[in-house]
């Protein structure tokens, strides 16, 4: 079992920047690889990011591409979503998971919020 909490989300205006976390806990982290999700109202949850397990490689969607950077800290059992460059449409409410393809384990999410 893996256990996830997000946090670092909030409010931010257009073009500022926010950074996620997300701890996790019970099987050793670098067992497996992690990914960003996020989802808006109204619309499907979609991919954001993903990362294996060393680090050293990561995948990102293309609406993010050039503005976010997922990285992991395996000593702190964490993984991070960095955003810059905000953009309105970038507002949902973002997860994190283990294990992909099939993404076993859910963080509860963090709400981001970019005005315009």
């Known amino acids: 079992q893996v256990q996830l909490v997000e946090s670092g989300g909030g409010l931010v205006q257009a073009g500022g920047s926010l950074r996620l976390s997300c701890a996790a806990s019970?099987?050793?982290?670098?067992?497996?690889?992690m990914g960003w999700f996020r989802q808006a109202p109204g619309k499907e949850r979609e991919f954001v990011a993903n990362?294996?397990?060393?680090?050293?490689?990561?995948y990102y969607a293309d609406s993010v591409k050039g503005r976010f950077t997922i990285s992991r800290g395996n000593a702190k059992n964490t993984v991070y979503l960095q955003m810059n460059r905000l953009k309105p449409e970038d507002t949902a409410v973002y997860y994190c998971?283990?294990?992909?393809?099939?993404?076993?384990?859910w963080g509860k999410g963090t709400q981001v919020t970019v005005s315009s």
């Open positions: 998971a283990a294990e992909p393809p099939a993404y076993d384990y």
């Open positions: 019970g099987r050793p982290f670098t067992d497996y690889a």
């Open positions: 990362i294996n397990w060393s680090g050293s490689s990561a």
